[in-house]
Structures are given as structure tokens and as C-alpha cells.
T-cell receptor
Framework: DTEVTQTPKHLVMGMTNKKSLKCEQH?????MYWYKQKAKKPPELMFV???????INESVPSRFSPECPNSSLLNLHLHALQPEDSALYLC????????????FGSGTRLTVV | GQQLNQSPQSMFIQEGEDVSMNCTSS?????WLWYKQDPGEGPVLLIA?????ELTSNGRLTAQFGITRKDSFLNISASIPSDVGIYFC????????FGAGTRLTVKP
């Protein structure tokens, strides 16, 4: 299995909703990442987990809450989002160390209404 | 923070032509990664570079890690229509930050 699987592929949520994005990989990668990508922009790093521990938080607002329950799963919990949070949310994984083998999922297209 | 500049922003070329794009940084890098992103998909890693002067090929793609450790080049030879997409360089930490991207259009 050489894939990163993200669910759901599309999500529409209201500003008062609570939802979660899920990411799963079975490549034995011990580093997992969340990125946010707005239209016609590059992916922006949000969070990095290394060996299930949060190692980088790029000053992301607290309405985004990451969770890494085990080495294969990464969640992003969403609460009280704003319309400007609408974007493509990408998950990636890699082996620890030199960043070998970065693999991205296809993303979740999030729309906040 | 570290500045990462990618150019050109976009390119329109004829099928069969060679393509070159580059990234520069304001500080020394230890890692350069090159990705391609197709519409509606996540980026796909093309080439990873870890040593100054390193030249690495992947099919028709060739990338080089500049000797000053502040730049990198990606070349695509004999372009084909499926080369269309956005190409990103990525740098520290450990290749996690992306340049602005080069949007490539290939005309048949």
C-alpha cells in the first residue's frame, strides 16, 4: 500500500458545525502532515506529527485541532470555522529523517458556508 | 523567515520543447524537493536533492542542487501534453515549505 487516503473528498459545513477530516497511511511512515491550499496558491504547512507527537504548529488558529491517534491515522478537527477557511486540505506522510518519500493524499475540498 | 522564490510563474510551450524552471532562497538549504500537482490532486514528489552540486534525473526530468546551496533547477526535456500542471519546489525544514509554483501549459 503506497497511498495516503483522505476522507471525505468534499465537505460543506456551516460556521457553527463541528467536523473532522481523516487521513490514513499504511506505509510505516512515522511523520504525518497537514497542509492547507487555497486556489492558485502553494500548499501551506499547518501541522507536523513525528512519532505521533505534534512537532510543528505553524501558528494555526485553535479552531483547527489536529490529532494523531496512532502511527497510521491523522485527524483534523474543525470547529467554528470561517468562510475564509474554505480550501483544499492535504495530508502527507514521510519517513522520519531527511524527508524521503513524501506522499500526499488527494485532499479534502472544504467549503464553509 | 526563509524566502523561497520560484520562477517563472507560468510557461506556455509547444509540445517537444524543453522547459527550465528554478527556485532560489535567501539562505542556505540542505534539501530541495520538486513536486508536480495536477488539478484536484495532491502534489506528487518528482525529485529529491540533498547535496550541493547534486544532479538527479527521473526520466525526462533533471534537477540540480546549486553549488551555493541557495538555488535549484528543474528541467523537462521534450515536453508532452501530460506534463501540464503546476510544478513546485520545496525547501526547509526538510522540504516542507513550498515555492509559489510554476504553471506549465503544453500546446500540442
Amino acid at each position: 500500500d503506497t497511498e495516503v487516503t483522505q476522507t471525505p473528498k468534499h465537505l460543506v459545513m456551516g460556521m457553527t458545525n463541528k467536523k473532522s477530516l481523516k487521513c490514513e497511511q499504511h506505509m510505516g511512515h512515522r511523520a504525518m502532515y497537514w497542509y492547507k491550499q487555497k486556489a492558485k496558491k502553494p500548499p501551506e504547512l499547518m501541522f507536523v506529527y513525528s512519532y505521533e507527537k505534534l512537532s510543528i504548529n505553524e501558528s494555526v488558529p485553535s479552531r483547527f485541532s489536529p490529532e494523531c491517534p496512532n502511527s497510521s491515522l491523522l485527524n483534523l478537527h474543525l470547529h467554528a470555522l470561517q468562510p475564509e477557511d474554505s480550501a483544499l486540505y492535504l495530508c502527507a506522510s514521510s519517513q522520519e529523517g531527511r524527508g524521503l518519500g513524501y506522499t500526499f493524499g488527494s485532499g479534502t475540498r472544504l467549503t464553509v458556508v | 523567515g526563509q524566502q523561497l522564490n520560484q520562477s517563472p510563474q507560468s510557461m506556455f510551450i509547444q509540445e517537444g520543447e524543453d522547459v527550465s524552471m528554478n527556485c532560489t532562497s535567501s539562505s542556505i538549504f540542505n534539501t530541495w524537493l520538486w513536486y508536480k500537482q495536477d488539478p484536484g490532486e495532491g502534489p506528487v514528489l518528482l525529485i529529491a536533492l540533498y547535496k550541493a552540486g547534486e544532479l538527479t534525473s527521473n526520466g525526462r526530468l533533471t534537477a540540480q542542487f546549486g553549488i551555493t546551496r541557495k538555488d535549484s533547477f528543474l528541467n523537462i526535456s521534450a515536453s508532452i501534453p501530460s506534463d501540464v500542471g503546476i510544478y513546485f519546489c520545496a525547501g526547509p525544514p526538510r522540504g516542507m515549505r513550498f515555492g509559489a509554483g510554476t504553471r506549465l501549459t503544453v500546446k500540442p
